[in-house]
């Protein structure tokens, strides 16, 4: 059985906890707040299709996880925080996690929380990560309410290497473990190319999604919205160039094509725009607007659309 930690157990975090739990896996979670409070006092609930998942596990802010663990207690830490909070995460446990030499999957949405991880703890202890097909979120605290498929996708950051590379067995440890508790894996030999690929969607329909309040069927299918989108896919592409990834207009139609057969989404900045929280804007557009620059060249629908959002109530 595997010992988990998963830093930040919300609606990504806790789904994949919950399942994983059911399995008979050792876990840790951390998260904060009334969220922390309700999980510390009745457990952790999840809602999945027809499926509901209760699970006592514990859980504690990130000071009493320092107190209580070595990150060697563990086989796997898994981050499942919003992008905006890797940066603070780092601040927070970079020392306690200088301690160890576990690895460190990262299963956030963005291309650049890999290489922040790998800026601090070395490379040879990042798998980059991603989770595909699936909208989760916490809808009140302790309760976590998710659907799709919920597919992960994993690899050896940034490319696969030698063979002697020991995160190599992990993963292998990490696919079978995961799918025996229901988590279709994906292993990729080239996990930067798949967070590209994914960065195409998300930059595609979140920012709008916030924008506008609709869901990733009716911006995929209205037919004016869906060349806004196809139009920030398009300049995800041309950003993917600078970072020497060099998605193509097939990689183009099929992220296009896969959004729009997928079933409608309520995408995680929509929600996260209507709590009120930071949305992830800049590691997706930013990300996509200041690679165009680097090439010289403009993102002319996406920053349209965070310039409008920058004044969107
Ligand atoms: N939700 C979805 O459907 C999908 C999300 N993703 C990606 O997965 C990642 C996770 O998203 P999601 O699950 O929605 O995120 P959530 O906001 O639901 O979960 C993150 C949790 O971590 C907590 N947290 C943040 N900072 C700290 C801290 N310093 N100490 C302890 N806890 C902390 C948050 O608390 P607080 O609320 O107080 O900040 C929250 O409970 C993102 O990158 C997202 O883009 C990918 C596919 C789909
Ligand atoms: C692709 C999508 C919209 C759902 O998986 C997503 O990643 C998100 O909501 O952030």
Redesign the pocket.
Known sequence: MLKLLIIGAGGIGGYYAAKLSAAGHQLVLTARGKHLAAMQASGLEVHSQDQRFHCQVPAYDHGELVRRYQPDDFDLIMVCLKSTATLPLLDELGDWLMQGTVPVLSLQ?GVDNEPLFAHALGESRVLGGLA????GHIIKPGVVSAQGEARIVMGIWPTAGEQADPRHRLLDQLKAAFEDAGIPVNVSEAIRYELWRKLV??NG??PLSALTGLD?GTLTHDPQLKRIVYGMMAETVEASKADGVNLSQQDLDDMFQL?SEFDP?K???LVDKEKGRPLELDSIAGAVIRRCQQQGREAPFTETVVALLAHAN
């Open positions: 949405n595909v097909r699936i909208g969607i998300n329909v979140n990733t959004i989404i995408t995680s900045m």
